[in-house]
Structures are given as structure tokens and as C-alpha cells.
């Protein structure tokens, strides 16, 4: 094999593409990741933003972990390489009025006491909330790690596969497919309206509803991004929770690189990709921007759909219908990402101290009741502005994880939406400054040492995303969580089993089943597809 020659090529040095480029070597390919940046990770990155303070380091873009299966932690071996989660606390909302209302992962009798503060009937009811959600993940969870079956196809293999996730949902019963139908086709405030009367409740747990979705917590199919954000498992047997590894996300791209070199994977950076390389509607290689031409029989992609199949192959190389549907897939996005590192813990009105108390260790939220959010998303969607009251999730990842600052200062690492879906256009610099002083005013409103605590700050929005990650639109799902980019469908009908119409071709991206979130999950199952095929190729 020359020294351009691979078995297979990744393009993408994303978690999924070290995913990928790992278990490759691990089966014994010589495989390589290109990576267009000059580092690893993609948007699972820890840097150090602040110019006058070097010491301090961010979670720059994702900045907590779960999902990702027991099966890839440990085949990759990912412990050994510094893969440490810490779970994190309680979900965490404080009010004007001073009263704060708390939910935790594991203490249900804690969580109902806090709830009770609001409504006794929502503390009452909030038990079957829960055992409901639970007993809809134990079925859909096991499915993240499933591959789509080819909804409509009579080939015979298809139909076999479409009977098996029909055997899998019996266990539901009439009225628990009845609750799924529903969940992929409601609003999130429409479900939490039938459960809940408390605005504070509904308001709190409707956030899971909205992360990442250009869609406010009124939009139908919401309710399905809230139970895919609190799956938790996989199916590996166990309820996950979300947590901060130790050392911010760039440590898990670390463990995911140290583990596909150790199996023996190639790691280049700055090695762009121009084109994908076909012969007779099978893949072939590529071609770098430097004009260097890598050959391989299998080749993964693990960027964004429309890079991939709409500029780095020639569109005669490929059918129609499948260009049209990358080409209509949605990856509209209205998020900002905030960095601040402050001087001390917030002190919040409704939790006074000057110490370390648990709901500093969990999600610090700003989103008091769902129509809050349904304001924020409109601002952006209808009156074309970035919203005048963010919805905004917050974690401080340096209560759990010493390694970020020195001691004294914490990190503030803050999610939040929305902006306009067209800001990936233009920085807009002063409109997202302007933006990030709302939300320190709106944090400040409940915790009054809040914006006195500011040392510096760093803001992210939707067209840095797109420039530095290549997160089209700023989507950080690599396309929207929508009924019709789900499951079969994503990102494109007849190709949601990580295969595409070119042979050899396989895509590992977010945009695929499973995705988003860093769970790694399509790049493990692109690899598995990928060897099925050479098996069967091999026996033909």
C-alpha cells in the first residue's frame, strides 16, 4: 500500500470522526482523520478565550456530556486516555419573589418537596411524570443505537428490519404507542400543559424541549427534543445522567484522539478536504486543498451534510431526489454561546450564601415559565431581533472540575438562544455583545454579586459557529430535531443507515441518527455498517 494508500478515510476530526477513525484501527485498518482545523474535536473543545487571564479555560462550544453508550466508553477504552465524567446537580431556576425550585436526577422525594412549594397537586403528579418518561425511554432509548430501518422499502431485509422495531414497540402497548405518536408530534407546552399547572414547573422542564431548536417550546415536535435530551440511556441498561468531564469537553476529544492513535489511526490537521473522489459510483478517495490525493475503498464523512454532498462531490455523482433532500434540510439555528469567568460563586436571593451550595453544581436556568421562552423564540423568528429576555441555560463546570481555573475564579459556561436564524451570515458583533450584557442583567436580577463578579467574557454566536466549525446555519445538531429530520429520515429518506448512494461511502455526522450531542454514537455505527459491507463484498 503506498504511503497515500488507506483502507479507510475519515473526513472530519469531530468526536464522531475519532470515533470512527478508532474503531477502524482498532479492526485492524490503516485508517487516517483529516481534520480541516488545527485541532481535533470540533465543537468538544477546551480552549483558553481570555487573552489577560491564559490561566483560566473554557468548554468553548459543547459543554457537558451524556449519552454516549457504555459500549463505545469501553471498547475505545476511553478511561485510560482521561475520559472522567462527573455528574452533575440538581436543575435549578430561582425567582424574583425568592423562591427557587430545584429537580434532582436521583432524589424524586427532594425534587417533589420543591415542587410542592408551587403546587401540591404538580408535587402529587410529578412520580408519574416521571415513571411515564421512563417507561417511554426504556423503549426509544435502545433505538438511538438502532439502524434505521428503510420505512417503505418491500425488500425483504427491509421488511425484516421495519418487523423488529415493530416488535420492539409492543412492549408499549396500544396506548404507549399512542403516548409516542403524540410525543413526536406535540409541542412541549401542549404536553406539560396536560401534566402540570405550575408555570414554574412547566417552565423548567420545557427547557429540554427547546436546546439547540429553532423552534419555541409552542412548536410541534418539541416534546420529542425533550425526551431525546432525557433518554439518558442507550441501551446499555443503564439511566444516564448529564455531567462535566474532568479538564472541559476538549478532554473528551483528547481521550477519543489518544485512543484511535493508540489502535494505530492517522491524526492530520489542517488537512482540508476538497473533494470526494468517485469512480464508477464507488468511492475512491479524496483529493486535500493542497492538492494531495489520498485513496481508500471506504471512505466516512463526519461534517455537516450539505459540505460534504453538496460542494465536495460533483452532483452528477449522485441521484437527484438524494441532492434535493440535502439541499432542503433544515439546519436553521439562533444560538449563543457565552463564556464569563467570574471572581466568586452568584449569591442568589433565593439561596443566600457566600459558599459552595449544590445548585451551583447543576444547571443554573433562566427560563421562569414556558410562554418566557415562546417570547424569546418569537423575538428572533417573527420580529427578526435577537431576544430583548433570553432563554438561557447556565453551569459553573469549576464547582466539579478544578482543572478549568485557579482556585478563586469560576467559569460560567452559558447556552442560550435565541438570535435571528439568518445571524450566520454576519458576525454581528455589537448586537451580540449587546445580547450577552441582557442575560449578565437578567442572572444579575436574582444573584446581585452577579455582574460585579464579571473578570471577562467571551461571546460565540451562529456565525462564528459556522466559520470555525463549519456548523452550518450555527446548528450544533448538524440539522434540526424536527419530526421529518428524525429516525428514517435523517438526514435523507433511504439513507439513514449511514450509508449514501455512492458505494463505499459512508456518513457519520450528527446529522445522523443519534445525533446530536456528543455521544459518538453515528461514527461507531458508520464503522460497523462499513465492515458489514466488506464482509458481504468480500463474500460476493
Known amino acids: ?48 478565550p481570555f487573552p489577560n487571564h491564559p490561566e483560566i479555560r473554557v468548554s468553548t462550544y459543547s459543554y457537558v456530556m451524556s449519552l454516549m453508550p457504555r459500549t463505545v466508553i469501553e471498547d475505545l477504552e476511553l478511561a485510560r486516555f482521561g475520559y472522567d465524567v462527573t455528574p452533575f446537580g440538581p436543575y435549578y431556576q430561582a ?3 425568592g423562591r427557587s425550585l430545584k429537580l434532582f436526577a436521583e432524589d424524586h422525594a427532594r425534587s417533589r418537596a420543591s415542587v410542592a412549594r408551587f403546587s401540591r397537586r404538580d408535587a402529587e403528579t410529578l412520580p408519574r411524570w416521571e415513571a411515564w418518561l421512563r417507561s417511554v425511554g426504556e423503549v426509544l432509548g435502545p433505538l438511538l443505537t438502532r439502524v434505521p430501518p428503510k420505512l417503505g422499502s418491500l425488500a425483504p431485509t427491509d421488511l425484516l428490519d421495519q418487523a423488529r422495531i415493530a416488535w420492539k414497540m409492543r412492549k408499549l ?52 427534543v425533550m425526551l431525546h435530551h432525557a433518554i439518558g440511556d442507550v441501551g446499555d441498561g443503564k439511566m444516564g445522567s448529564w455531567g462535566f468531564p474532568q479538564g ?18 492517522e491524526i492530520r490537521t489542517r ?118 429576555a433570553p ?40 448586537e451580540l455583545e449587546a445580547y450577552a450584557d441582557r442575560i449578565v442583567a437578567l442572572y444579575t436580577d436574582l444573584a446581585p454579586n452577579f455582574a460585579r463578579s464579571v473578570i471577562d467574557r467571551q461571546v460565540i454566536g451562529p456565525h462564528d459557529m459556522e466559520r470555525e466549525l463549519g456548523l452550518v446555519g450555527g446548528n450544533i445538531f448538524h440539522g434540526e430535531l424536527t419530526v421529518d429530520q428524525l429516525f428514517h429520515m435523517r438526514p435523507a429518506p433511504g439513507f439513514a443507515d449511514y450509508r449514501t448512494p455512492i458505494r463505499g461511502l459512508y456518513h457519520a455526522s450528527s446529522a445522523t ?3 446530536g ?9 458508520a464503522f460497523r455498517q462499513a465492515q458489514r459491507d466488506r464482509r458481504q463484498w468480500r463474500r460476493s
Open 95 to 97: 425567582f424574583p419573589d
Open 248 to 265: 472541559g469537553m476538549g478532554a473528551v476529544a483528547d481521550a477519543l484522539r489518544g485512543a484511535a492513535e493508540h489502535f494505530g489511526c
Open 1 to 48: 500500500m503506498s504511503a497515500n494508500g488507506y483502507d479507510a478515510i475519515i473526513v472530519g476530526g469531530g468526536h464522531n470522526g475519532l470515533v470512527c477513525g478508532a474503531y477502524f484501527a482498532r479492526a485492524g485498518a490503516r485508517s487516517v482523520v483529516l481534520e480541516a482545523r488545527g485541532k481535533t474535536g470540533g465543537a468538544a473543545d477546551t480552549s483558553a
Open 271 to 388: 488537512a482540508r478536504v476538497s473533494k470526494i473522489l468517485s469512480r464508477d459510483g464507488r468511492a475512491t478517495g479524496v483529493v486535500l486543498e493542497n492538492g494531495d490525493v489520498l485513496e481508500a475503498p471506504i471512505v466516512v464523512s463526519a461534517i455537516h451534510p450539505k459540505l460534504a454532498f453538496l460542494e465536495m462531490i460533483e452532483r452528477k455523482e449522485l441521484p437527484e431526489d438524494f441532492v434535493r433532500a440535502i439541499e432542503r434540510w433544515r439546519s436553521r439555528s439562533g444560538v449563543v454561546k457565552i463564556n464569563l469567568a467570574l471572581s466568586e460563586l452568584p449569591r442568589f436571593r433565593a439561596d443566600p450564601g457566600e459558599g459552595l451550595q449544590e445548585h451551583h453544581t447543576g444547571s443554573i436556568l433562566l427560563c421562569p415559565s414556558s410562554g418566557y421562552a415562546e417570547r424569546a423564540f418569537q423575538d428572533a423568528h417573527l420580529e427578526r431581533r435577537a431576544s430583548t
Open 391 to 430: 432563554f438561557a441555560e447556565g453551569t459553573i463546570p469549576t464547582t466539579l472540575d478544578r482543572q478549568l481555573a485557579p482556585p478563586g475564579v469560576q467559569v460560567f459556561s452559558i447556552f442560550s438562544q435565541w438570535v435571528p436564524d439568518d445571524w450566520n451570515r454576519e458576525p454581528h458583533r455589537e
Open 517 to 525: 450531542g456528543v455521544n459518538g454514537i453515528p461514527g461507531w455505527q
Open 513 to 515: 441518527h443519534a445525533g
Open 173 to 224: 402497548g396500544v396506548s404507549g404507542v399512542a403516548d409516542v405518536t403524540r410525543l413526536f408530534t406535540m409541542s412541549v407546552t401542549d404536553l406539560l400543559d396536560e401534566w402540570f399547572e405550575a408555570e414554574e414547573l412547566k417552565g423548567l422542564l420545557a427547557v429540554n424541549g427547546i436546546i439547540g431548536t429553532w423552534a419555541g417550546p409552542d412548536e410541534p415536535g418539541t416534546a420529542y
